[in-house]
């Protein structure tokens, strides 16, 4: 048995959260925490934490990455758990810079579960895989008590080829970099919660769920020089700001004006009190570019998101690594990570 | 968006600032009242904005952090029982009671804990679960009052069962008076919740202010709102008056919702309340009428008797009345973070502690 088995202990403080709360699935600070428990069983000297790792294999740099997909409900507007659990995965590996080739899917099916819902998520997966260019090539099925599962589950694994020598990852972030935001903010998150709640509003907020890939093999082929490349979805803009920043040792600072969110959403954020720079997206990225790249990435990021893609705030030198927001009227404050959820709030 | 946008605007916000500078010529110690209002002035860094002879001193007003350790530790007993589905609005599941558990250790631990938006909610789920006991925890200011008020009525008239509140509903002129009355008060003028004088009105405010001849402004919570609050009660300090005036007009009136207050006398009565932090305020809390005891949840289930001591290290005391500020605290940022929180100001995203926090926890 090596040293490192020895003195293996577990990072998270058990006195305050012996047993997983929801909130470590949340995309903040006790996600972190969570986190550094694997890392500490997996990790090793070189690990770089990003969306897919990059591998070396026989003269080839392939991007591997794997996720899971739970969502409530299993259809909500502007997508669904099996369009998700593809793009998702295949954003992962764009966000490596890599052209995304293969997948793997895993289903957890709950007993009682409707096929004729099976095979509309199976559909709506295979026309994903179509749009995004990917093989969905090997799987595996599982089927859990009646209760035990939420109706499906499923896990993608995804592998994809890099074929440049960019280094897209948090530590090439430098001062000086624009940061690019494909388009509105916090639409997925809301859509869902819309739909969970029972909250009407007059217009239907749907998800933007979407594949990434071909913006970031557009943006690579027009030999734009990308830093690092973020997809936005568990605790939002202001989760990914932070964890970039502490990663680069950098300051980031983003101004409000510039956030492009839709009036419906906003609506529904004011209503719930979320903070719309911490709810989950589904088909965003933020691209940090440097400045001589800024209006080429921008052109090439609007012919595929033509509405609202802009450039946001910029990276700064700053001891602290802090992300500081200039608020609508002037005046700046600290984007912090949130604990865990947002929690709506009492009034 | 409207009535969102024209309140948060810049050009606004510089004028506000810039007559505030003009007409204040000492220093004043304002007091904002309500944790929306200590949300909103971290959040836009309000505060900064103003000239130094300006201090705002953030008061007790968040519901969720004054809640005592007593009835949150009631709470974790209830929602722990295998019996009861615990409804309660999302803020309050990551409070500490006195063993540092919370709502959300009791979900994870399997206890149905459930967030609700309105207590109607909880209404539904006990009639969608007649063999379960629902129970509702009622916090809040006046704001939250009505609702709560309506569901006891409502289950009432329905004939719900399974239905019963844990009442922690605080009302806000008694710690406006005891602040006042403190040998060592220090607040000048007082900023009051606008969304409690919806429901209230602001009659109640005028013999506040003449006992203790100190200004209050009703006041909303967006930045043009508060500033302008600042502004109304700065020029009554300057000027030597003393009044109750309505910032808030669009949303308050003088009378308040008299429906509203109609439903809540008919429902509750008021009780002395233990605040977290404060201590005991005559007046300060509500208790179901002697007709509708039978919806406490305090008479339907038994209770450990325990005494139950707040933690020594944490001076939210002295904070939620103004004498400290969050990160003039030894445990501020150290072995007091949201993560794990000493005390309820640390808590919820209202709480002064935890608006300096997240806002401004290395800009000092």
């Known amino acids: 048995m090596s040293d490192r088995q020895f003195n293996l202990s577990c990072p998270i403080p058990l006195q305050r959260y012996p047993q997983i709360l929801m909130a ?6 006790l996600m972190q925490q969570l986190i550094q428990l694997f890392l500490t069983a997996f990790g090793t000297a070189d690990t770089i934490q990003h969306d897919a790792v990059t591998l070396q294999l026989a003269g080839n740099q392939i991007a591997f990455t794997t996720d899971s997909y739970v969502v409530k409900p299993l259809f909500f507007p502007g997508g669904d758990i099996g369009s998700l659990a593809v793009n998702g995965t295949v954003n992962d590996l764009a966000m490596a810079g890599a052209r995304p080739l293969y997948l793997s899917a895993s289903f957890i099916l709950e007993e009682g579960l409707s096929i004729a819902t099976l095979w509309q998520v199976v559909q709506s997966m295979q026309q994903a895989a179509v749009q995004a260019g990917v093989q969905i090539v090997t799987g595996d099925t599982k089927v859990v008590d009646r209760g035990k599962g939420d109706g499906i589950f499923i896990n993608t694994t995804g592998v994809g080829i890099i074929e440049h020598q960019q280094k897209i990852a948090p530590q090439s972030v430098q001062p000086g970099d624009l940061i690019l935001l494909n388009g509105d903010l916090a639409r997925h998150g809301m859509a869902i919660m819309a739909v969970r709640e029972g909250l009407e509003f007059e217009t239907t907020i749907e998800s933007d769920s979407a594949p990434l890939a071909d913006l970031v093999l557009e943006l690579i082929a027009a030999e734009i020089k990308i830093h690092c490349l973020r997809d936005l979805t568990r605790g939002g803009l202001a989760s990914v700001l932070n964890e970039i920043a502490v990663a680069a040792r950098v300051g980031i600072e983003i101004d409000e004006s510039l956030m492009p969110i839709r009036e419906d959403v906003r609506g529904a954020c ?3 009190g979320f903070d719309p720079l911490y709810v989950a997206n589904e088909g965003r990225l933020v691209a940090f570019i440097p400045q001589q790249d800024r209006d080429r990435a921008l052109k090439i990021m609007r012919s595929h998101f033509p509405y609202n893609a802009a450039i946001i ?9 802090l992300v500081t927001l200039k608020s609508q009227i002037g005046s700046k404050r600290i984007v912090d990570l949130l604990s865990g959820e947002q929690l709506p709030r009492i009034c | 968006m409207k009535f969102v946008d024209e309140y948060r605007n810049a050009e606004i916000t510089r004028k506000y600032v810039a007559a505030i500078a003009r007409i204040t010529t000492r220093p004043w110690k304002i007091m904002e009242i309500c944790g929306g209002q200590t949300h909103s002035i971290v959040k836009y860094g309000i505060d900064k904005l103003l000239p130094p002879e300006i201090t705002l001193i953030h008061g007790p007003g968040c519901p969720v952090c004054v809640t005592s350790v007593d009835l949150i530790d009631k709470a974790i007993a209830l929602a722990a029982n295998p019996e009861v589905i615990f409804c309660s609005f999302g803020d309050m599941l990551r409070i500490p009671g006195s063993h540092s558990q919370d709502l959300l250790s009791v979900k ?4 149905d804990v459930r967030i609700v938006y309105s207590p109607l909610d909880a209404i539904k789920i006990a009639q969608q679960n007649p063999e379960r006991q629902v129970v509702f925890f009622a916090v809040g200011f006046e704001t939250t009052v009505p609702t709560t008020a309506m569901a006891v009525y409502r289950a009432s008239q329905l004939g719900i069962d399974n239905f019963s509140l844990l009442v922690a509903h605080v009302l806000v002129p008694p710690a406006m008076e005891l602040i006042l009355a403190a040998p060592n008060n220090c607040v000048d003028g007082f900023l009051a919740a606008g969304h409690v004088c919806t429901v209230t009105g602001y009659q109640e405010y005028q013999a506040i202010a003449q006992k203790y001849h100190t200004p209050i402004v009703v006041t909303g ?4 709102d508060i500033l302008q609050g600042i502004y109304m009660c700065l020029k009554q300090l300057e000027t030597g008056r003393v009044e109750v005036e309505n910032q808030y007009a669009r949303s308050v009136s003088y009378e308040g919702n008299q429906t509203a207050q109609r439903l809540i006398s008919e429902v509750f009565e008021t009780v002395p309340r233990q605040w977290r932090g404060i201590g005991t ?13 039978k919806f406490d949840a305090l008479n339907r289930f038994r209770f450990k008797d325990t005494t139950v001591q707040e933690t020594t290290d944490c001076i939210s005391g002295a904070i939620l009345q103004g004498i400290k500020k969050p990160h003039q605290c030894q445990a501020f940022g150290k072995h007091c973070t949201p993560e794990h929180p000493l005390g309820a100001p640390m808590v919820s995203s209202e709480g002064a502690c935890a608006a300096y926090y997240r806002y401004r926890q290395l800009v000092s």
């Not at chain 2, 919570?221 to 043009?224: A, D, I, K, S, Y």
């Not at chain 2, 305020?281 to 005891?293: A, F």
């Open chain 1, 270 to 272: 004011e209503i719930l």
């Open chain 1, 313 to 321: 705030g910029q990276v700064v030198e700053d001891r602290n690594f």
């Open chain 2, 221 to 224: 919570f967006e930045p043009v």
């Open chain 2, 281 to 293: 305020i005559e007046t300060s809390g509500l208790r179901l009428q002697n007709e509708y005891s």
């Open chain 2, 108 to 111: 994870a631990g399997g206890g």
């Open chain 1, 24 to 29: 470590h699935g949340g995309g903040g600070k």
